[in-house]
Nanobody
Framework: QVQLVESGGGLVQAGGSLRLSCAASGRPLSRYTMGWFRRPPGKNREFVAAITWSGGSTNDADSVKGRFTISRDSAKNTVYLQMNSLKPEDTAVYYC?????????????????WGQGTQVTVSS
């Protein structure tokens, strides 16, 4: 089992920044991909970004390219999502996920473990 706990959500004005954190525990993560997904109000869950734990390769959704950055701190077993230039359409519940040997795919079905989510609200 892998336990994931997100933090860092909140209310921010458009153009502002937030950094989400995802603390992982339970198993070594060397063969895992860590992903961030979000569920906007009334919409389906969508892929945001992913990073391989071992090599640090990343993949970002087109909607966040150039604004969001995913990273990980192996010493702290934590994954981050730095979100800059936030827009109202970024409003969503953000989830951290872990997938074993998932690669950098953005399909939620490829991820095995999920956090409880953290709310991000961007006001206009």
């Amino acid at each position: 089992q892998v336990q994931l706990v997100e933090s860092g959500g909140g209310l921010v004005q458009a153009g502002g920044s937030l950094r989400l954190s995802c603390a992982a525990s339970g198993r070594p993560l060397s063969r895992y991909t860590m992903g961030w997904f979000r569920r906007p109000p009334g919409k389906n869950r969508e892929f945001v970004a992913a990073i391989t734990w071992s090599g640090g390769s990343t993949n970002d959704a087109d909607s966040v390219k150039g604004r969001f950055t995913i990273s990980r701190d192996s010493a702290k077993n934590t994954v981050y999502l730095q979100m800059n230039s936030l827009k109202p359409e970024d409003t969503a519940v953000y989830y951290c996920a872990a997938g074993y040997n998932t690669g950098l795919f953005g399909s939620p079905e490829r991820y095995d473990y999920w956090g409880q989510g953290t709310q991000v609200t961007v006001s206009s």
